[in-house]
């Protein structure tokens, strides 16, 4: 099988075992500016709200722009904002002042998850959250919000005297996250791009629905005249061999104890496992963008892993991210 040009992104959620935040903080910068030297396509931090005392962040909003500001050519953004603990208005000003600062390189990533296991004690909300229908009612209007605000500047500044600066510049790239094509004729309407996670994915969600994925292309395109960006997102402990990357998994989901219950999928694999199975992947979902969240605890292990991914795949060989 012959490689044909694949794209990959990194993802990052800040979590390290028995390490200081702010050491991980150093890490992930260390990280991200190695990731765009390699010719990574893609950076992405998710946003989380969990009890773990070494998580290094949880909005990453602050993150993404230092991580920016150190990079020259990779993609920078979130994986996703979860919007239904915050206002549009602070997301869409900070997301597209970033984006005209480091030029049309920033995501802004869209999640309906919320993180109100953690936050409802301190996060006030003015609706039952804990309702569905509530809950995607909130969502679907703060992304209407989100998108009016970025894309209608004219009418809101005539009719509501509202600004997001710079004033007819550019917005970011946005992307609704998802861990199944359910959601697509939300990302048609508004015009986003799409990823699937594998990791999130829920029993009888984990099929390829490669058809699904080019109706979806098709109708975006009708609607739009351009196609959609869409990636694949995959979990994977990555080591030199198959016995060290088995090993690595199982002392990983012992020490987090979840990942089992919450369906959380990881791949244990080498260089050359990661490369067929992207390969094979690129074939059944009907992608070219993949991107890996690799739970490898050792800083020094993913550098080398990026190197290898880096190598293997070809990345280098491409000098503009598109």
């Not at 900070?94 to 936050?119: Q, W």
């Not at 309702?131 to 004219?154: A, G, M, T, W």
């Amino acid at each position: 099988m012959i490689n044909r040009d694949i794209k990959i992104g990194l993802l990052e959620y800040g979590y390290r075992i028995d390490k200081n935040s702010m050491a991980t903080i150093e890490e992930i910068i260390e990280y991200a500016v190695e990731a765009d030297k390699l010719g990574f396509s893609r950076f992405w931090l998710g946003e989380h709200h969990g009890p773990l005392t070494t998580t290094a962040f949880t909005n990453p909003d602050l993150l993404i722009g230092i991580i920016a500001g150190m990079t020259d050519q990779i993609k920078v953004g979130s994986a996703g904002s979860t919007i239904i603990i915050h206002d549009a208005y602070p997301v869409v000003t900070n997301y597209k002042l970033m984006n005209n600062m480091f030029y049309d390189r920033i995501d802004l990533g869209l999640a309906k998850g919320s993180g109100l296991v953690e936050t409802k004690k301190v996060v006030k909300m003015d609706r039952d959250l804990n309702s569905r229908k509530s809950f995607r009612q909130d969502f679907d209007d703060k992304l209407k919000l989100i998108y009016d605000l970025l894309y209608n500047e004219k009418k809101n500044l005539e009719e509501n005297e509202v600004v997001i600066p710079p004033y007819g510049g550019k917005a970011p790239e946005m992307w609704y996250l998802s861990t199944s094509y359910r959601n697509v004729e939300t990302a048609i309407k508004y015009g986003l791009n799409y990823s699937r996670s594998l990791f999130h994915s829920l029993p009888g969600e984990d099929d390829y629905k490669k058809e699904e994925l080019l109706k979806f292309k098709q109708d975006f395109f009708e609607k739009h005249k351009v196609y959609p960006k869409v990636n694949i997102g995959i979990s994977i402990c990555m080591k030199n061999t198959m016995p060290e990357a088995l090993k690595a998994l199982e002392q990983l989901k012992a020490h987090y104890g979840q990942g089992e219950n919450e369906g959380f999928k990881i791949f244990a694999v080498t260089i050359d496992s990661l490369y067929n199975m992207l390969l094979e992947y690129q074939d059944l979902y009907g992608v070219d963008e993949f991107i890996i969240h690799d739970l490898t605890d050792d800083p020094q292990q993913l550098l080398s892993n990026i190197n290898a991914i880096s190598d293997r795949f070809n990345l280098q060989k491409e000098t503009i991210v598109n």
